[in-house]
């Protein structure tokens, strides 16, 4: 089993930042995919940034420039630091492992960005 658990999310003003955390842990084998994914209130869930365990990345149109995800590898965690927030960010922000094919999802954590 794999648990992931998230941090760091909040309200902030447009134009602020915020950092958010992912910890996993349980069965945890490389290499594997780590990644933010986000769900406004009335709209699917969609990819943020994802990361691999080589540290190749990809991001959303919508937030490249402005967001940076990166990983330790060693405390299998994952961070989403985000910047230039703007009011269309506000999401439940959710952590994302894939492992051998596997996907496990963290519970969730609230950004709302006020403009």
């Known amino acids: 089993q794999v648990q992931l658990v998230e941090s760091g999310g909040g309200l902030v003003q447009a134009g602020g930042s915020l950092r958010l955390s992912c910890a996993a842990s349980g069965s945890i084998f490389s290499p594997n995919t780590m990644g933010w994914y986000r769900q406004a209130p009335g709209k699917q869930r969609e990819l943020v940034a994802i990361?691999?365990?080589?540290?190749?990345?990809n991001y959303a149109d919508s937030v490249k420039g402005r967001f940076t995800i990166s990983r330790d590898s060693a405390k299998n965690t994952v961070y989403l630091q985000m910047n230039s927030l703007k009011p269309e960010d506000t999401a439940v922000y959710y952590c994302r492992i894939v492992i051998i094919g596997n996907a496990y999802w963290g519970q969730g954590t609230q950004v709302t960005v006020s403009s």
């Open positions: 990361i691999a365990s080589g540290g190749s990345t």
